[in-house]
């Protein structure tokens, strides 16, 4: 009992000292409101066309949800290197705490941040757009949200784990951005893509944190693919876990912890 | 019975493998240590000391479960640092020099909170713990403030402040007064020794001689990566304390002419030391030698100021084990 005691102590004390962090600088909070709020505007300009206001809402709540995974896939891979610099990534290896503990929180105030353009781009599909987007279960909706928000977390600690052993690999993450808006569903339904696209989606759980929300919104029954999004965050979480003692150990035989 | 080491390692060796070239990428093998051998009874304070490159880092790493050894074995309080490296990192401290590995962006404090945390300092205790450590170092009253706005020498000390939240048996300090000023170098070598009365085992890497003569009590000198003289300060400074050191102060010497004085009979080792427009030849003689004419008049053709002896010190052993490796 004391462990799980020490181990939520931990990685509560963590996330919050992260978040600290991520809060005290103006010029990322900004950027991580205002980023995601060209390609969201894209994306409402596109849906426009269709005269559909179904459709605007689609791409209300899909852009939304997308800042979340920007933000995962593009500073998580970063993470490590970022550590690096700073010169405490020894000093994270260094401590007795499994190197998985370490990082959870840390990707977890990540997706946390990514809320700020959550709320940023409802609050500009509203001024500009004129697109209210109606929520027929707001608990529901909540918790379908901090659902998407923790697997998209996790699946960032599995990217930021496996970036440890190279340095350039925060590259990967870029890389990851635009295809994850497409096969997460955001803005283009899924059913679109071929059968083996479609595989890839459902093995995604931020595909089915975007379909609780959405279900969420409309009133209906999201609690299937919410469990289906926290199994499959899980999943790459234990994932990540396992392989970050082999991967740790490979920096430490190829002495690349330190490089810069 | 003899005690077991604290600290024990045995031939250790690391190699790292470097790249050059874009196109044609070619692989080459460094080895940054050779062999190195010691041992680190408890309570003792144990310096490593040797040039920029030598291997002293490296080797604590080694120690500290940072580094894989290519071969040997290393021990820290009778635990594997390959096999069992997070029993290694309950017991140990690791403090490097340098104003890097803090979050700048936190205050003092929340950088010890955070490390009290991942070393599972125990909630009840971390309170008091943080406020001994941060009086300990002179931090008291600046805890709240954001280390971005620290000086060097205010880094150095929450550094060690943090090195010793959860008090490790071992500390391991990597050249920690590097670049601080010289009063907060004397105030952390106060506080190092308090750390040895208190009866910590430390290895402490450095290469100011000042600091390993007053603070340790036996010394690697490492060079080229492998340990070339081992003792207390006094032994290794009587290795060259029967003879003595002629310093001759030359302006614009060639190239070469190191090498010529080194040659001479009676030289025992020469090093060469930039001071100002000053290029210093610090000549080590045998004892009962008389080099300075000859050396003199290896420099017939360049412009040579004050010509002194003295007696060794240990910065002069150092040098010629060094030079000599």
């Not at chain 2, 250790?12 to 080895?31: A, C, M, Q």
């Amino acid at each position: 009992m004391n462990r799980v005691r020490r181990i939520a102590r931990l990685l509560a004390v963590s996330y919050w000292l992260q978040i600290k962090m991520l809060a005290t600088s103006a010029f990322e909070g900004v950027f991580q409101v205002i980023y995601p709020l060209f390609f969201a505007t894209t994306a409402f300009l596109v849906f426009r066309q269709s005269n559909d206001p179904h459709a605007l809402v689609y791409a209300g709540l899909g852009a939304a949800v997308m800042g979340i995974w920007s933000v995962i896939a593009t500073t998580a891979s970063g993470l490590l290197q970022r550590e690096r610099w700073h010169g405490t990534l020894e000093l994270l290896v260094a401590s007795p705490t499994p190197f998985a503990l370490v990082l959870v929180p840390t990707t977890t105030a990540m997706a946390t941040q990514g809320l700020y353009s959550l709320v940023s781009t409802l609050v500009w599909a509203w001024l500009l757009f004129g697109i209210t987007v109606p929520v027929a279960s707001p608990v529901v909706f909540v918790i379908a949200i901090i659902a998407a928000v923790f697997s998209i977390a996790l699946i960032g600690f599995l990217l930021s784990v496996t970036v440890v052993r190279y340095r350039t690999a925060w590259a990967l993450g870029n890389m990851l951005e635009y295809p994850g808006w497409l096969l997460c569903g955001f803005l283009v339904p899924i059913t679109l893509f071929p059968t083996w696209v479609a595989w890839i989606a459902y093995a995604l759980p931020p595909t089915w944190g975007m379909r609780a929300i959405r279900s969420a919104a409309d009133g209906g029954t999201p609690w299937g693919s919410i469990v289906m999004c926290l199994l499959l965050g899980v999943a790459y979480g234990v994932v990540g876990a396992l392989i970050s003692e082999t991967v740790l150990r490979s920096a430490r035989r190829h002495a690349t912890l330190s490089l810069t | 019975m003899p005690s077991e080491p604290v600290v024990e390692a045995l031939d250790l060796h690391r190699s790292y493998r470097t790249r050059t070239g874009i196109v044609r990428r070619e692989r080459k093998d460094v080895e940054a240590v050779r062999g190195v051998s010691f041992a680190i009874e408890r309570g003792e304070l144990f310096g490593l000391l040797g040039p920029n490159g030598a291997g002293k880092t490296t080797t604590i790493k080694m120690l500290i479960t940072l580094l894989l050894p290519t071969r040997g074995t290393a021990r820290v309080l009778g635990h594997d640092v390959v096999d069992a490296p997070r029993d290694v990192r309950r017991h140990i401290g690791y403090v490097f020099g340098g104003d890097r590995g803090l979050y700048e962006r936190l205050s003092a404090l929340d950088n010890l909170r955070y490390f009290s945390e991942l070393y599972a300092v125990p909630p009840r205790d971390q309170k008091q713990r943080i406020g001994e450590l941060l009086e300990l170092v002179g931090l008291t009253g600046r805890e709240k403030e954001r280390v971005e706005g620290f000086s060097r020498g205010m880094r150095q000390r929450l550094h060690i402040a943090r090195g010793l939240l959860h008090d490790p048996a071992v500390l391991f300090l990597d050249e920690p007064s590097i670049g601080i000023d010289p009063v907060g170098a004397r105030e952390l070598r106060a506080t190092i020794a308090m750390l040895r009365e208190q009866g910590k085992t430390i290895l402490l890497t450095t290469h100011y001689m000042f600091e390993a003569d007053e603070l340790c009590d036996r010394i690697a000198v490492i060079a080229d990566g492998g340990i070339v003289a081992e003792g207390t300060p006094e032994a290794l400074k009587q290795r060259v304390r029967d003879g003595h050191v002629v310093e001759v102060e030359t302006f614009g010497l060639p190239d070469g002419h190191v090498e010529v004085v080194r040659s001479l009979s009676g030289v025992r080792s020469v090093a060469l030391e930039e001071r100002g427009q000053a290029q210093v030849l610090l000549v080590q003689v045998e004892p009962g030698a008389e080099v300075t004419p000859g050396v003199l008049a290896t420099l017939s053709d360049t412009k040579v100021g004050r010509v002194s002896a003295r007696e060794p010190t240990l910065e002069d052993a150092y040098v010629e084990l060094v030079s000599g490796s």
